[in-house]
């Protein structure tokens, strides 16, 4: 079966901070990898994903993710926050395009001004 | 634009009263749809695989005689919540699997509130 671990229910960063959610997973076949966004009240929006290939994932609105089989993580990050990232970030694991995602918890970002 | 599409994007029913959501897949079949539910400040959670021309299959914990899930065609799935109650109040969203591309979309999600 499969699992995501979202480290930190809540992270805060000051606006052109860092960004780092982390995210691990379990899968006992080669993972596809998911980073979802959540603004309140509002659908999912895919960030960016992982099936094969190179392992640093670049996504929409400045956001990366690097798969490492080795660590098991496929953590996102961007290099300077700003306000609109507020958000909840939801990384999720399958085992192949046609069979449900499994997503984490969540991580809620907050931008600080 | 939108490939898969949800429709009502927010219902209110009263309490015993049964509810259709709609996940239409815009411009491609989707023999495969999945049919999640997230309720406020949590994760998204799997409760039903919705198989075009067969039975859905559920969950662990998702009663099928409430939840009614019909795949009629490649474009169409829908998810009936029967004789409602406030505790199914929450977020239902749906996702579709197409072939070319390998890609799973999700629809814009349903607010279901249960008064």
């Known amino acids: 079966a499969q699992s995501v671990t979202q480290l930190g229910s809540h992270v805060s960063v000051s606006e052109g901070a860092l960004v780092l959610l982390r995210c691990n997973y379990s899968s006992s076949v080669p993972p596809y990898l998911f980073w979802y966004v959540q603004y309140p009240n509002q659908g999912l929006q895919l960030l960016l994903k992982?099936?094969?290939?190179?392992?640093l994932v670049k996504g929409i609105n400045g956001f990366e993710a690097e798969f490492k089989k080795s660590e098991t993580s496929f953590h996102l990050t961007k290099p300077s926050a700003h306000m609109s990232d507020a958000a909840e970030y939801f990384c999720a694991v399958s085992d192949s395009g046609n069979t449900p995602l499994v997503f984490g918890k969540g991580t809620r970002l907050s931008v600080i001004a | 634009g939108a490939v898969v599409s949800q429709h009502p994007s927010r219902v209110i029913c009263k309490s015993g009263t049964s509810v259709k959501i709609e996940c239409r897949s815009l411009?491609?079949?989707?023999?495969?749809m999945f049919w999640y539910r997230q309720f406020p400040k949590q994760s998204l959670m799997l409760m039903a695989t919705?198989?075009?021309?067969?039975?859905?299959?559920?969950e662990q914990g998702v009663e099928k005689d409430k939840f009614l899930i019909n795949h009629a065609s490649l474009t169409l799935s829908t998810l009936t919540v029967t004789s409602a109650h406030p505790e199914d109040s929450s977020f239902y969203i749906c996702s579709a699997f197409r072939g070319s591309g390998n890609t799973i979309y999700f629809g814009e999600g349903s607010w279901l509130t249960v008064v």
């Open positions: 992982y099936t094969t290939g190179a392992t």
């Open positions: 411009d491609f079949q989707a023999t495969t």
């Open positions: 919705s198989n075009e021309g067969s039975k859905a299959t559920y």
